[in-house]
């Protein structure tokens, strides 16, 4: 069978490995080399151009379907899970923890619960929801276990690598949130991040108040293709005044985005997280859908 691998960055250095494996059993196997961030990320162009039969796609669960053979390989991960003592003495005072973690640490949350209701917790897990489809699962763009059992816990734990994760859920929520990252054996409370990113938008709203040219990024990618939302962002636009133009792209190229130089700024569709965390590799303002529209009522209130 021709099969095509696909790996996000972290896992890029397996490829070959898992290549030769496959090609033991028989395969004639092809490595997508593009950047993928995500399920929502599937390399199905690229399948379709070499002719494979399936894509195996590491690192990821399923985000939606999709009309291609898909192969999904989660990749579990064991952290070290005695890093959770670290955090014992900060969440003390706290009765009810909401834990939440990525698909890769999904294996370790009956153990992690374990060691916190030893420690006299009651730990909440959330229910699966939208892209995430695990209990305690969160994904970049998709907090829905946190954000549902925010009314009933006390604080959250977040239990893997890196911030990209639950700082999507940081944002979501109201509750003290603490990350924990086994890997580093290191621990941050994340609340102040909520004040930075509320003045983050509030600053991108405002420096496009006199925008009157607007580029609105669409991707072409799987799970963050928008057009519906573009063309109905675009007409909004248009009714206000201003000139808006759909831009098409894959892994948007900010160089190129800069090179734009007629748009005053630029609105998302694509991942959501590109309008908060990619939003200093552009000149010129990158809104989410939803701030273009507060700009809009913004400027009707004071016109
Ligand atoms: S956060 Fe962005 S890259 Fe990650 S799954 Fe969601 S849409 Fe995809």
């Known amino acids: ?37 995500g399920a929502c990320d599937l390399a199905i162009d690229e399948a379709k151009k070499l002719g494979a039969e399936k894509i195996v796609h590491f690192g990821h669960n399923e985000f939606h379907h999709v009309d291609f053979n898909v192969e999904y390989v989660p990749y579990q991960i064991d952290a070290d899970i005695n890093t959770l003592k670290s955090i014992f003495e900060e969440i003390k005072q706290y009765k009810k923890i909401g834990l939440v973690t990525t698909v890769q640490h999904m294996h370790q949350l009956p153990e992690l619960k374990r060691m916190l209701e030893e420690q006299g917790k009651e730990v ?77 938008k509030r600053g991108k709203i405002m420096r496009s108040i006199y925008a009157k040219k607007f580029g609105i990024l669409v991707t072409k990618k799987n799970g963050q293709y928008n057009l519906n939302l573009a063309k109905v962002l675009k007409s909004q636009l248009e009714k206000n005044g201003n000139d808006a133009a759909i831009l098409i792209g894959d892994t948007f190229d900010f160089d190129s985005l800069n090179n734009m130089l007629e748009f005053d700024a630029f609105v998302n569709t694509a991942c959501p997280r590109l309008a908060t965390d990619d939003v200093d590799r552009l000149r010129k303002p990158l809104l989410s859908a939803n701030e273009a529209m507060e700009l809009m009522q913004i400027r009707s209130v004071s016109a």
Not at 1 to 19: D, I, R, S, T, W
Not at 130 to 143: M, P, S, T, V, Y
Not at 190 to 197: E, F, H, T
């Open 1 to 37: 069978m021709k099969v095509l691998l696909q790996f996000p960055e972290g896992l890029k250095q397996y490829a070959l490995k898992y290549a030769k494996e496959l090609e033991a059993r028989g395969d004639e196997v092809f490595v997508s080399a593009s950047p993928t961030f």
């Open 124 to 200: 909440i897990l959330g229910k699966p929801y939208g892209f995430a489809k695990l209990q305690g699962q969160i994904l970049g763009c998709d907090i829905g276990s946190a954000a549902t059992i925010n009314k009933q816990v006390d604080c959250f734990l977040y239990f893997g690598g890196g911030l990209f994760h639950p700082l999507g859920a940081v944002y979501s929520t109201t509750k003290p949130f603490i990350a924990l990252d086994p890997f580093q054996n290191k621990w941050l409370w994340l609340d102040s991040y909520r004040m930075m990113q509320e003045k983050q």
